[in-house]
Nanobody
Framework: VQVAESGGGLVQVGGSLRLTCAAS????????MRWYRQAPGMQRELVAA???????YYLGSVKGRFTISRDSTQNTVYLQMNSLKPEDTAVYYC????????????????WGQGTQVTVSS
C-alpha cells in the first residue's frame, strides 16, 4: 500500500490550501483516515480524523478552519485548510488504516512521506 500527499506549499496568512492524500495498492477497505502535522522541534500531532462512519475529529486550534473529507471511490482523503496562520506551518502527514485482505479484518497503519505547508506573515 502506498500513500502519497500533495498540495502543500507556501501561502500567506489568511490564505487557503487543499491537501490531498491518495492511497493505492492492494486495499480491500479503508476505515480511518487521518492528517497529522509536525512542526520543527515539536511532536507530531493529530490534526483531523475521519472514520468510515463519517465521524470527525479536529484539533482544537483548527476547528472551524480545516475540513477533512474523503472520496471513497478513489481511496482519497482531503484536508481543506482555510484562514491559515503562521502556527499552521508544519509538515503534514497522511495516515490511513487499511484492510488489505478481506479474510483478515485487521487494519494496518500506512503513512505518507509528508508535504510541507508554510504560512508566511
Amino acid at each position: 500500500v502506498q500513500v502519497a500527499e500533495s498540495g502543500g506549499g507556501l501561502v500567506q496568512v489568511g490564505g487557503s490550501l487543499r491537501l490531498t492524500c491518495a492511497a493505492s495498492g492492494s486495499i480491500f477497505s479503508i476505515d480511518n483516515m487521518r492528517w497529522y502535522r509536525q512542526a520543527p522541534g515539536m511532536q507530531r500531532e493529530l490534526v483531523a480524523a475521519l472514520t468510515g462512519r463519517g465521524d470527525t475529529y479536529y484539533l482544537g486550534s483548527v476547528k472551524g478552519r480545516f475540513t477533512i473529507s474523503r472520496d471513497s471511490t478513489q481511496n482519497t482523503v482531503y484536508l481543506q485548510m482555510n484562514s491559515l496562520k503562521p502556527e499552521d506551518t508544519a509538515v503534514y502527514y497522511c495516515n490511513i488504516g487499511a484492510v488489505t485482505d478481506y479474510r483478515v479484518p485487521y487494519e494496518y497503519d500506512y503513512w505518507g512521506q509528508g508535504t510541507q505547508v508554510t504560512v508566511s506573515s
